[in-house]
């Protein structure tokens, strides 16, 4: 019994994730329904998720890149998710779609139905002294340059209401995150197993 612990010990890293909720559609200084993301700087480690949950109007989370904020990457992308204007900003029951974070390399994400990244509706997580938020927020502002594609962070690990929702999983990225919780959650049986 006294070795039991080492089960706990082995999902501990699993129970450590956190999860950064940020509102789509809402305005981070008023907190109230407007443009951008609450928050628009997030510093998430790897295995923690980033929730996006969507406000008023039609919305959508992309994933870009620092130099072309506003022009997607090729990577995550939510969907347009469209919520009545009658809703209350932080009412229950919103649209969300979850994203799992593989590291801690810069992501950069814009609301492309929203059609106000220009205007500085724009998410950076874990930005770096050489790329900035402010700096990113900059580069929305300006004309887009030609789009190029980027590996992708971050991989979708869940999506929920709407009938015509969706989101983009990258397979590898999914099935190695299901596999190495599936080895964790194994391996983890079989040591408590050994010791109780």
């Known amino acids: 019994m006294k070795y039991s612990g080492l089960f706990l010990a082995s999902m501990l890293p699993f129970a450590m994730a956190y999860e950064y909720r940020v509102g789509v559609g809402k305005d981070e200084t008023t907190g109230r329904k407007g443009m951008g993301f609450d928050p628009s700087v997030i510093h998430p480690s790897a295995g923690d998720t980033i929730t996006f949950e969507f406000r008023s109007g039609a919305h959508s989370a992309v ?6 904020p506003c022009v997607g990457n090729g990577g995550f992308n939510s969907g347009v998710h469209t919520v009545s204007d ?3 900003v932080d009412a229950p029951g919103l649209p969300v779609v979850t994203v799992t974070v593989n590291n801690t390399e810069p992501l950069w994400f814009f609301d492309e139905a929203g059609g106000l ?5 724009v998410l950076a997580a874990n930005p770096t002294a050489a790329q900035s938020a402010t700096v990113f927020k900059e580069n929305a502002a300006l004309p887009p340059k030609p ?3 980027s590996s992708t ?3 979708t ?16 990225s999914a099935s190695g995150l299901a596999a190495s919780v599936w080895l964790a959650t194994a391996a983890g049986m079989v040591i408590g197993g050994l010791f109780m």
């Open 63 to 68: 994933q870009s890149s620092f130099d072309n």
């Open 117 to 121: 990244c220009h205007q500085g509706a």
């Open 157 to 172: 690990s869940t999506s929920t209401p709407g009938a015509n929702d969706s989101a983009t999983t990258p397979a590898s």
């Open 153 to 155: 962070s971050a991989s």
């Open 147 to 149: 789009a190029s594609s």
């Open 86 to 88: 009658d809703l209350a």
